[in-house]
């Protein structure tokens, strides 16, 4: 069952990057959410809201390719592999073959996204 919650995080998390839904982001993630972009460069939650909208970061679909949970107690780890169509940092859009390795820890019962880093598949 936890497993299915933690999917259903991941899906809900890239449909909020899409509407630019900065409560809804917040509300999966904790206070000190960190996200490592594949340039190596680290961002905070609150950074990386403002970069999602002011439009650094636009995301228009995400395709959902696999997603592995795996759960240790209170934490978790899962990977979630998606097509991603997006213009980022002034660039064009594209379609990015983009792999989210992501941390997560359970607060008040709720699974809550604690870190993330990004790569390619």
Same mark, same amino acid.
Request: proline share 0%.
């Given at each position: 069952?936890?497993?299915?919650? #933690? %999917?259903?995080?991941? @899906?809900?998390?890239?449909? +909020?990057? #899409?509407?630019? *839904? #900065?409560?809804?982001? /917040? &509300?999966?993630?904790? &206070? *000190?959410?960190?996200?490592?972009?594949?340039?190596?460069?680290?961002? /905070? !939650? &609150?950074? $990386?809201?403002? /970069?999602?909208?002011?439009?650094?970061?636009?995301? $228009?679909?995400?395709?959902?390719? %696999? #997603?592995?949970?795996?759960?240790?107690? *209170? @934490?978790?780890?899962?990977?979630? !592999? /998606?097509?991603?169509?997006?213009?980022?940092?002034?660039?064009? @859009?594209?379609?990015? !073959?983009? @792999?989210? *390795?992501?941390?997560?820890? !359970?607060?008040?019962? +709720?699974?809550?996204?604690?870190?993330? %880093?990004?790569?390619?598949?």
């Amino acid at each position: 069952m936890d497993e299915q919650l #933690i %999917e259903q995080l991941y @899906r809900e998390y890239w449909d +909020c990057m #899409i509407n630019k *839904d #900065i409560q809804g982001l /917040s &509300e999966i993630m904790i &206070e *000190d959410y960190t996200l490592m972009h594949m340039t190596g460069m680290r961002q /905070s !939650k &609150e950074s $990386f809201f403002q /970069s999602v909208q002011n439009g650094e970061l636009n995301y $228009f679909s995400a395709e959902h390719d %696999e #997603i592995i949970v795996k759960i240790d107690g *209170d @934490r978790a780890t899962m990977v979630g !592999k /998606s097509r991603v169509n997006a213009a980022v940092y002034g660039g064009g @859009r594209h379609t990015w !073959k983009l @792999r989210g *390795d992501f941390t997560l820890v !359970k607060e008040s019962g +709720c699974w809550k996204l604690e870190s993330s %880093e990004a790569s390619t598949y």
